[in-house]
């Protein structure tokens, strides 16, 4: 029988100081391990469209250790388009995803491996404990964020998880499954279910360079989120309708039984005014909401493939040892 065969997938943006150092603490970290379960590894980095040396790092990697292989993008697609091209490039039995900068810390790989192998779980998970290291008005908006989402959508989306996850086969499948434009990872690893263990850690500072999310970024992420998963936000509209229609029946029983009782001295155009301009505001707002899930919507049913790539360069003998995919 042929080792099983474990897929690391790494996406890399401007990582170039990074791509030795990950390589070996993964080796350090793992070999053990490997070699007690039997498996052998392919280290899949995924350029996604840097601009500086990523692409020449793993090239040199490459003249090393056969293992190795990129996948370099056309331009800068983002973190989850290169995740869903890693899996779909991976041949390995396990997969597992992993940032560049050592955040994900590759120590916790052998227990992973472990809950997998012998513990009958189709994956696992893995979530910071805290925040060490991050700024806090950033903490504070991940939090509200985390809770907000929980509130309104049905899939469980856990408060610090991160992306890296180790899985089986059939749970990398049933991902690739799910083809939709606007990827929101964290969602769909929870959507698909599955028997998932859980592991904990304390936040790691990024090794060297810096971070690829603004806070921007971060922000539209989180509402990409939101709309991926919920539609709860759709349904506020009819929310605001129903009460402004309560309040407005209020309004009116109160000007009758004022008029009846004290007659109508004419005035109250001020409120008049502050009552069109908030449910206008309200209108506007509600249907700003509809018109993002239009828009991603509209995207979604362009059909864009999710990432184009410029290169693939990997060992193509290590294909056919294991005869999943296609070659370079
Ligand atoms: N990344 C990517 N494409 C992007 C942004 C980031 O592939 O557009 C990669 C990046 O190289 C890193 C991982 O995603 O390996 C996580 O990014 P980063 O460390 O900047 O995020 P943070 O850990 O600060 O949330
Ligand atoms: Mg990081």
């Given at each position: 029988m042929t080792a099983k065969?474990?897929?690391?997938?790494?996406?890399c943006y401007n990582e170039e100081e990074n791509i030795e150092d990950f390589y070996r603490e993964l080796q350090k970290q793992t070999r053990e391990a490997l070699t007690r379960h039997g498996l052998e590894m392919e280290v899949i980095y995924v350029d996604d469209g840097s601009r500086d040396g990523t692409c020449d790092a793993v090239r040199a990697l490459r003249k090393?250790?056969?293992?190795v292989r990129l996948l370099s993008f056309s331009r800068n697609f983002g973190k989850e388009a290169a995740?869903?091209?890693?899996?779909?490039?991976?041949r390995g039995d396990l997969v597992v995803?992993?940032?560049?900068?050592?955040?994900?810390?590759?120590?916790?790989?052998?227990?992973m491996l472990d809950a997998v192998l012998t513990e009958g779980y189709d994956?696992?998970?893995?979530?910071?404990v805290n925040r060490k290291g991050e700024p806090p008005v950033r903490s504070w908006f991940a939090r509200r964020f985390y809770g907000l989402i929980n509130r309104i959508s049905r899939t469980e989306i856990v408060d610090g998880a991160r992306d890296y996850r180790l899985m089986t086969r059939q749970f990398a499948d049933a991902i690739l499954s799910m083809g939709e434009y606007n990827r929101f990872s964290k969602g769909i690893f929870g959507w698909v279910g599955f028997r998932t263990k859980w592991l904990e850690f304390?936040?790691?500072?990024r090794r060297k360079g810096e971070t690829?999310?603004?806070f921007w970024k971060l922000f539209i992420y989180a509402l990409d989120g939101i709309m991926a998963f919920s539609t709860v936000p759709l349904a506020m509209a009819s929310v605001f309708g129903v009460l402004f229609c309560f309040l407005a029946l209020v309004f009116i029983v109160f000007i009758i039984v004022r008029k009846l009782i004290f007659g109508d001295p004419t005035s109250g155009w001020p409120s008049l005014v502050c009552i069109i301009s908030l449910v206008s505001g309200v209108q506007l707002f509600c249907l700003g909401?509809?018109?993002q899930y239009l828009a991603k919507t509209y995207l979604e049913v362009k059909k864009r493939p999710i990432y184009i790539l410029r290169q693939e360069e990997s060992d193509s003998a290590a294909a056919q040892e294991t005869g999943r995919g296609e070659q370079a």
């Open positions: 065969l474990l897929s690391v997938i790494v996406p090393q250790h056969r293992e995740i869903y091209a890693g899996l779909e490039h991976a995803m992993m940032d560049c900068d050592l955040q994900d810390p590759p120590f916790l790989l052998p227990q994956s696992v998970a893995t979530r910071r304390e936040n790691v500072e690829k999310w603004s909401i509809v018109g």
